[in-house]
């Protein structure tokens, strides 16, 4: 779910394949679409405790756009600070995005310098260059 907030929620929008019943429901959406959601939302949620490694997480950082994640989504929690992690209810996520706007630009920064190393580590040749080291490493023992 990203959303726009001023003076409280304002603007859900929900992308995927599942409609969860609240929201401005998008459906599966173009990356050029996404893309432009991820510049102009101010928070990305991300309550899923099955999303995975969170690939979405990590893009909304890139672009600016703070995650909130849940204490149950091990895999966030390791990408995270605990500065955008907050307990799997709907009172915590409210308080959380409540906090956040206290300090804003702060935490906008923080997420910014997380999504910086992100794009290094998560670049296809990055990660080239590590399979292959790991290859060449295996080979000499």
């Known amino acids: 779910a990203l959303l726009k907030t001023e003076n409280g929620i304002n603007d859900i929008k929900i992308c995927g394949s599942e409609d969860p019943g609240f929201g401005v429901y998008l459906n599966v959406i173009t990356d050029q679409e996404l893309n432009k959601l991820y510049n102009s939302s101010e928070f990305l949620l ?12 990590i893009e909304a950082v890139i672009c600016g756009s703070l995650p909130i994640t849940c204490s149950d989504n091990i895999t966030a929690k390791e990408f995270l600070p605990d500065d955008f992690i907050c307990e799997p209810n709907a009172i915590s996520i409210l308080d959380k995005i409540k906090e956040i706007e206290k300090n804003y630009d702060e935490k906008k920064n923080l997420a910014l310098k997380y999504g910086r190393k992100y794009k290094i580590q998560f670049d296809k040749i990055s990660i080239a260059k590590n399979i292959i080291n790991i290859f060449t490493s295996k080979q000499k023992l």
């Not at 991300?46 to 997480?57: H, N, V």
């Open 46 to 57: 991300l309550p899923s405790k099955a999303e995975g490694l969170g690939l979405t997480m």
